[in-house]
């Protein structure tokens, strides 16, 4: 079936505006995850969705940064007064999670530039 | 915490040729879970191959392998007959058991690997 996948594929924003970028799992996928990719950091955790419990947010760098999952199934990540520093790529990914060590698999990325 | 550390920023193969790549991990944990995912340059990042650190058998997906050490805490990808198409950037990551799916299970990932097959 299809892959995950998010949008938009290349956002570009001045600072101090606010963005949303989207992510579509696998379908039947029941847990969810935002990365962020940059030079300066690598690959860092930012928020993990699964079913109906309450989201580990203990990755996301600032108040500015937020997430939510409707339904079980589409994700959105928010940023709001974005900075020059928030500029990466963001990565999403999915897994079934039947047990907690399920792969995951990623989406080709949201990168956010940041004028 | 859990740290995982790729001493390697870019290497070079000829094609068909064999490589390997190196990853360190720290952790007090007794069960994880190893990782090796390949980013070309399209950002997609692929699942290359997947180790259980409770066995001892080194995990094979055809041309790639890996050579678990778990008293080292190493956790090396070797590839075989190198091809155009595995020129990629090559991350290792480091995923904690939790025996409750609802706990999460973020990866932790190296600094990754830049990897350039020559023909």
């Known amino acids: 079936g299809a892959g995950v996948s998010q949008s938009p594929s290349n956002k570009v924003t001045e600072k101090g505006k606010d963005v949303e970028l989207r992510c579509d799992p696998i379908s039947g996928h029941t847990a969810l995850y935002w990365y962020r990719q940059s030079l300066g950091q690598g690959l860092e955790f930012l928020i993990y969705?699964?079913?109906?419990?309450?989201?580990?947010k203990s990755g996301l760098p600032s108040d500015r940064f937020s997430a939510e999952r409707t339904g079980g199934s589409v994700s959105t990540l928010t940023i709001q007064r974005t900075q020059q520093e928030d500029s990466a790529v963001y990565l999403c990914a999915s897994s079934f999670a039947r047990v907690s060590t399920d792969t995951q698999y990623f989406g080709p990325g949201t990168r956010l530039t940041v004028l | 915490a859990q740290t995982v550390t790729q001493s390697q920023p870019e290497m070079s193969v000829q094609e068909a040729e064999t490589v390997t790549l190196s990853c360190t991990y720290d952790?007090?944990?007794?069960?994880?879970?190893l990782f090796w995912y390949k980013q070309p340059p399209s950002r997609q990042m692929i699942l290359v191959i997947r180790?259980?650190?409770?066995?001892?058998q080194n995990a094979t997906e055809n041309r790639f392998s890996v050579n678990f050490q778990k008293a080292a805490k190493s956790f090396s990808l070797k590839i075989s007959d190198s091809q155009l198409g595995d020129t990629a950037m090559y991350f290792c990551a480091f995923m904690k058991h939790e025996r409750m799916a609802e706990y999460g299970n973020k990866l932790v990932f190296g600094a990754g690997t830049i990897l350039r097959v020559k023909s």
């Open positions: 952790t007090s944990e007794n069960n994880y879970y």
């Open positions: 969705f699964q079913g109906n419990s309450a989201p580990d």
């Open positions: 180790q259980e650190a409770y066995k001892q």
